[in-house]
């Protein structure tokens, strides 16, 4: 583990205080989206001028993102019921997302 994966409740705090974050890259943390749901809807919903979120994995990195349906769920769910979200931007690559979980976010976006 790394201290992202044990911190990731404040981190997720102070990004969506920040109203001057445009692009974030959080790859290859060991970001679960089975328990980190709470902290993915913080982070983007409102925020008011993040346009870029890579939440991805390198392939020779050990320290991998599982985002996986729940996460990505999570994250549908903010862009769906944020008010004034800009993103445009969500890099997903090799997150162990499925066809179920992509089809939630097309619903919701």
């Known amino acids: 583990m790394n201290d992202l ?42 925020h008011k001028s993040l346009t870029s979120l890579d939440l991805g994995n390198s392939e020779a990195i050990k320290n991998r993102n599982r985002i996986n349906n729940d996460g990505l769920i999570a994250i549908s769910t903010a862009l769906f019921e944020s008010e004034c979200s800009l993103l445009s931007q969500l890099s997903l690559q090799s997150c162990g997302i499925t066809n179920e979980g992509l089809q939630k976010l097309g619903q919701a976006i």
């Open 5 to 46: 994966y044990l911190n990731f409740a404040a981190l997720s705090q102070g990004i969506a205080l920040n109203d001057r974050l445009v692009a974030l890259k959080l790859q290859n943390n060991c970001i679960d989206g089975r328990k980190h749901q709470i902290e993915l809807i913080r982070i983007i919903m409102n």
